[in-house]
Nanobody, 115 residues
Framework: EVQLVESGGGLVHPGGSLRLSCAAS????????MSWVRQAPGKGLEWVSL????????RYADSVKGRFTLSRDNVKNTLYLQMDSLRSEDTATYYC????????WGQGTQVTVYS
């Protein structure tokens, strides 16, 4: 059974940091590109970041570039998203998903940035 389990969300003030994790099982994580996608309240899905299987290529949405850092540990089968300098507009449910076809999704973890 494929599982993607996100954790690390929470409440944080503007300028704060959070580190999201996504634990993968049931498929070949080390051979899979992975993405983070978010959905703000009342809005559609927004792609955040992508990392290729080997970790050598990483891409970010312009809205998070320079503030978020994506990484992966192919031994632990875990994807990470370090989020710094958080803003209120980063408030969303964050999902990890396999890429590029988004065949597998986690249940999401909530990030709330509030003053």
């Amino acid at each position: 059974e494929v599982q993607l389990v996100e954790s690390g969300g929470g409440l944080v003030h503007p300028g704060g940091s959070l580190r999201l994790s996504c634990a993968a099982s049931g498929f070949s994580f080390s051979s899979s590109s992975m993405s983070w996608v978010r959905q703000a309240p009342g809005k559609g899905l927004e792609w955040v970041s992508l990392i290729m299987a080997g970790g050598g290529t990483i891409r970010y949405a312009d809205s998070v570039k320079g503030r978020f850092t994506l990484s992966r540990d192919n031994v632990k089968n875990t994807l990470y998203l370090q989020m710094d300098s958080l803003r209120s507009e980063d408030t969303a449910t964050y999902y990890c998903a396999s890429a590029p076809g988004y065949d597998y999704w986690g249940q999401g973890t909530q990030v709330t940035v509030y003053s």
